[in-house]
């Protein structure tokens, strides 16, 4: 009875499945080429990019088609209503990946500053998050959303340290001004990078238990 | 001006109410308030007891002669099974309206004025005014008031089922009990139906036994899901249908049974 629903919830899961993919790849591309100033990698992540928007595009299609023809409620209903505020924060997350392969193509192969150390641990945790807020999406585990929701004031303090480092390098070292300034915006936009995980796990706690999540 | 709050109220406060025909039990202790100017939607798969439910309210179902019931139905805190209710006064209070249109096979004028012409009125002009007033409140004044003399059965499924409510309402009731009002209608009579049905709130309590779920959905703000006799759920409409507390309710809505 609910085959035709079934099918088309579960090709719309798969996509999206798909677009995280991405989205997580780009965001690790995009710290390598900035790590390894990889600048011709940092291309990459910008080209890649619009794949991504196209993702979103065709799984919003989707999800108003669904609810055009399945008239969705109940479970069926938050999901889809989950999946369609998760595209966006997937595609946020692809904008600061981009956003990132800028700042390294500026860099290019100037000698990096210290605190890229911290932004690299900042890194590791928010691609973290981004892996296991689609996990608790894909197994509906709200465990797990939960645990990645609180990481993100880990990543929160790390950004702080980072911030405070970089302003004392740019009254020492004024010649690296340019430098401080795009590893203040990386960190930056591995901040909001992390946030957006965090709204995927919301999300998801809201699409289990029906209740509004917030951390 | 002081302005009553209506929507406080409790019409009914149904208490333990069971529901046999001959050894089948229909309705299982149910228990439930309704509320005054607010649409309730009775949902559920067939067989469920909501027809049964809803007809019980106004003691329609007791026409049938196996029937047994045992509980209370409080009608503005009074029994309606209490010996001292007349079921003609009850059924004056609660009107009915049902799946298929059926005006009785007289003119529009009569069929909205069988009622009040039953209760004594015989002043003509207060006739005309009661018939303006149910026609404009039921929708269909404008459609039909250059016809009045026409035999009902020339109107259309969606006009019929619009006179047997202005019908219902010449009796100047209070609740009105609609059993899928909408389900011989095309969808442009359906919204009428529906458009007509939120308006009707302002002055009276619907209660109305729906398939569609969609329907309950857009028209009502409390609706009620009954299972195998069972009130399983009863709660905000848009609770219901986003985050149901019970598995039976969910499993209903989503399409896993039913």
Known sequence: ????????????????????????ENVDWSIRALTMQQTKMADEVIENDDLIDSY????????????????????????????????????????????????????????????????????????KMIYNSINSYIDQNLDLAMETAAMDDTVDDLYEGVY?????????????????????????????????????????GYMITGKRMSY | MTIETKDKGIVYDVKGLNLWYGQDQALRDINMQIYKNQVTAVIGPS?????????????????????????????????IFDKSVMVEELRTKVGMVF?????????????????PKIHGIRDKKVHMEILETSLKAAALWDEVKDRLGDNAYGLSGGQQQRLCIARALAVQPEVILMDEPTSALDPIATQKIEDLINQLKENYSIIIV?????????????????????LIEYDDTSKIFSNPAKKQTEDYITGRFG
Do not use: W
Request: glycine share 6%; proline share 3%.
């Open chain 1, 56 to 127: 979103e595009e065709k799984i919003e299609d989707m999800c108003i088609e669904f609810i055009a023809t399945q008239n969705p409620l109940g479970s069926d209903l938050r999901r889809i209503f989950t999946v369609l505020k998760l595209i966006t924060d997937l595609e946020r997350i692809g904008d600061h990946a981009v956003n990132i392969a800028r700042i390294t193509k500026t860099i290019g192969d100037e000698t990096l500053l210290e605190p890229i150390d911290d932004i690299k641990e900042m890194a590791k945790i928010t691609r």
């Open chain 1, 164 to 204: 405070d480092e970089l302003l004392d390098i740019m009254e020492s070292k004024s010649e690296f001004k340019g430098q401080v300034i795009g590893l203040l915006l990386v960190g930056r936009y591995l901040e909001r990078i992390a946030d957006h995980a965090t709204n995927i796990c919301e999300r998801v």
């Open chain 2, 99 to 115: 799946q298929k249109p059926n005006p009785f096979p007289k003119t529009i004028y009569e069929n909205v004025l069988y009622g």
């Open chain 2, 210 to 230: 729906t398939h569609s779920m969609q329907q309950a959905g857009r028209i009502s703000d409390k609706t009620a899901f009954f299972l195998m006799g069972e």
């Open chain 2, 47 to 79: 067989g469920c007891g909501k027809s049964t439910f809803v007809k019980t309210l106004n003691r329609m179902v007791e026409n049938i002669p196996i029937v047994r019931i045992g509980g209370e139905i409080l009608y503005h805190g009074e029994n």
């Open chain 1, 1 to 24: 009875m609910r085959q035709r629903l079934e099918n088309k919830l579960l090709e719309i899961h798969e996509t999206l499945v798909k677009m995280s993919i991405l989205v997580e």
